[in-house]
């Protein structure tokens, strides 16, 4: 049955994850609440996650979250104009990037030029602006992993649903990490209505 094979491979997923990536990544989103700003970018599938992850950053974690492709005139208009492979750097450098802030990249490729040079391009300007990287990616070795002050790399156990796979634990991993007592600073509405 395909539903329990997926599922069995999801639950093999957990069972490999590298926690410790994922506490480097709370101690790094800790230190920017202060002062620093969190900056999430995605394409796809993972735009859709990049923008659930601000809301639940800003109102979970009162951490100051934005995602360039929640702008759809914004993105168009500099896609247009500018390129999209420069189109994350130029938003970022739009929005005066600093040191103290925090780019966070949600891909199942991590960066490739041949799928997502506008990734490799915002990260190459975080770092220039020496802002802090992390990310949560499907395949080892991809540009983010290696630029990234922490990342984690989604476990690949099976081939032919590695972006799926990666999709969903964008998703799992994000709500981990506004759960996370270090960041969570304001009760879930669900939870809320419970202790009442």
Partial sequence: MFAEKYLNEVKEIVDLIDQSAIEKMVKILHMCRPMGR?????VGGSAASASHAVNDFRKICNIEAYAPTDNVAELTARTNDEGWNTVFARWLRGSNLKEYDVLLILSVGGGSPEASPNLIRAIDFAKKKKAKVIGIVGKEHGYTQERADACLVIPTVNDQR????TESFHSVITHMLVSHPLLQQEQTRWEFLNNE
């Fill in 38 to 42: 969190l900056f999430i970018l995605g």
């Fill in 162 to 165: 590695i972006t799926p796979h």
